[in-house]
């Protein structure tokens, strides 16, 4: 069965900092792998996926993520962070046929100047 | 206006009650699901269903029902509302391969129904 871990529920950064968002995945068959944006009182936004094809994922608002599948991960980066990008982030991974995605526990991003 | 609309926003309700949240689309999509996000356990599936004729149970379906009047349509009922139900609810949709666009599995998310049951 697939499943997602995300390590550390909260992240905090200075502005400016790089961004490094941690996530595992479990899967038995070849993984399509997502990370969304939630901000506050807002739905879930798609910041960038994984299908097939190259490992490096660029995504909305300068973050990309690189599937390792050696390491079972797609962390999330940004080289820059803004205050802007203070919301939670969830990883998740699709399970069978019927789209139905995994998620991970989220990782608060907190952005101090 | 949104593409995946809920309705309401936010209820309070009281222990026993029944409660339905609504959800509407118009990206023409069949495949629509509801989700629970609760703080520390990211969100959890309730119930899918890729037509009106096809529903199904998602991993925490107990105390919950759906009904799918329309393809979009997707509503979710808790029969009986019981406090370890509030939460902030979730209605997404997807397509499928045929409607023109690689099936890549992407969920398109509503804005959410918080619930609140005392």
């Known amino acids: 069965a697939q499943s997602v871990t995300q390590l550390g529920s909260h992240v905090s950064v200075s502005e400016g900092a790089l961004v490094l968002l941690r996530c595992n995945y479990s899967?038995?068959?070849?993984?399509?792998l997502f990370w969304y944006v939630q901000y506050p009182n807002q739905g879930l936004q798609l910041l960038l996926k994984?299908?097939?094809?190259?490992?490096l994922v660029k995504g909305i608002n300068g973050f990309e993520a690189e599937f390792k599948k050696s390491e079972t991960s797609f962390h999330l980066t940004k080289p820059s962070a803004h205050m802007s990008d203070a919301a939670e982030y969830f990883c998740?991974?699709?399970?069978?046929?019927?789209?139905?995605?995994?998620f991970g526990a989220g990782t608060r991003l907190a952005v101090h100047p | 206006d949104a593409d995946v609309t809920q309705t309401p926003r936010n209820r309070i309700t009281k222990t026993g009650k029944r409660i339905m949240l609504e959800c509407s689309q118009t990206?023409?999509?069949?495949?629509m699901y509801w989700y629970r996000q609760d703080p520390g356990l990211g969100l959890r599936l309730i119930y899918y269903?890729?037509?009106?004729?096809?529903?199904n149970k998602g991993e925490i379906s107990d105390g919950y029902s759906v009904s799918r009047q329309a393809q979009a349509k997707f509503s979710l009922s808790l029969e009986s509302a019981i406090p370890n139900q509030t939460a902030l609810y979730f209605c997404?949709?997807?397509?499928?391969?045929?409607?023109?666009?690689?099936?890549?599995?992407?969920?398109?998310f509503g804005e959410g129904s918080r619930l609140t049951v005392l």
């Open positions: 269903s890729f037509d009106v004729k096809d529903i």
């Open positions: 990206k023409g999509h069949d495949r």
């Open positions: 899967s038995s068959v070849p993984p399509y």
């Open positions: 998740a991974v699709r399970s069978g046929g019927y789209n139905k995605l995994i």
């Open positions: 997404a949709t997807s397509d499928f391969p045929g409607q023109g666009t690689p099936n890549t599995g992407e969920l398109f």
């Open positions: 994984y299908t097939t094809g190259a490992t």
